[in-house]
């Protein structure tokens, strides 16, 4: 079962380059979510899809757009990357957007801004 | 707004000697859930229990065991005879609502705590 998969794990970019990071979950989940993780922190929410087709905000969305592209597909895009958005992005996904359900989270991705 | 405080940032035991990793919440919810999340040295999150605010019996799973006490608002993580593969980041989560949508929530990360195990 691969659950919950992030590409690319790792990627190197330039200030004010684009990029797309892409998330797949094959477990029939209703809701997704992207977080980023910086030294120290712990994880914090960019933006959620509580469902097909719709997308909020979380804590920090600055500098990112989503896209629900299916049930099964979440992309977050860093639209002219900073030095700031350097972290690790976590890809999460739960059952429904539910208080109770435990969310399910994909093996990161690595960016770094240079 | 809910916060997780996970005072001990790193703990550094001996391998078989048992460890307590502390969580205190807050929040004005009258229910919620709390979560405990293993991040291994390989970086990705296992999900490890989830506690209702209605059930504060404690629980047992091998070596792992979960206090929690809504009257302290601290949901504690033990591990008994540590081991070497219990080395990781554990962190404590909260669920909150969030958005103006009905039924949209998110998880409160705690800061984590970094556990190492020293054979």
């Known amino acids: 079962n691969a659950g919950v998969t992030q590409t690319p794990k790792f990627q190197v970019l330039k200030t004010g380059q684009s990029m797309t990071l892409q998330c797949a979950q094959d477990?029939?989940?209703?809701?997704m979510y992207w977080y980023r993780q910086d030294p120290g922190m712990g994880l914090r929410l960019i933006y959620y899809s509580a469902s097909e087709g719709t997308t909020d905000k979380g804590e920090v969305p600055n500098g990112y757009n989503v896209s629900r592209l299916n049930k099964r597909e979440f992309s977050l895009r860093l639209e002219s990357a900073a030095p700031s958005q350097t972290s690790v992005y976590f890809c999460?996904?739960?059952?429904?957007?539910?208080?109770?359900?435990?969310?399910?989270f994909g093996d990161g991705t690595r960016l770094s801004i240079l | 707004a809910q916060k997780v405080t996970q005072a001990q940032t790193e703990i550094s035991v001996v391998e078989k000697e048992d460890v307590t990793l502390d969580c205190v919440y807050e929040?004005?919810?009258?229910?919620?859930?709390l979560f405990w999340y293993k991040q291994p040295p390989s970086g990705e999150l296992v999900f490890l229990i989830r506690?209702?605010?209605?059930?504060?019996q404690n629980e047992i799973s091998g070596r792992y065991s979960w206090n929690f006490q809504k009257s302290t608002s601290s949901f504690n993580f033990t591990i008994t005879a540590s081991q070497v593969v219990d080395s990781a980041v554990y962190f404590c989560?909260?669920?909150?609502?969030?958005?103006?949508?009905?039924?949209?929530?998110?998880?409160?990360f705690g800061k984590g705590t970094k556990l190492s195990v020293i054979p």
């Open positions: 989560a909260l669920s909150e609502a969030v958005g103006s949508g009905a039924g949209s929530y998110q998880l409160t």
């Open positions: 506690r209702n605010s209605f059930d504060e």
């Open positions: 477990m029939n989940h209703n809701s």
């Open positions: 999460a996904s739960s059952e429904v957007d539910s208080r109770r359900q435990p969310q399910h």
């Open positions: 929040t004005r919810d009258t229910t919620y859930y």
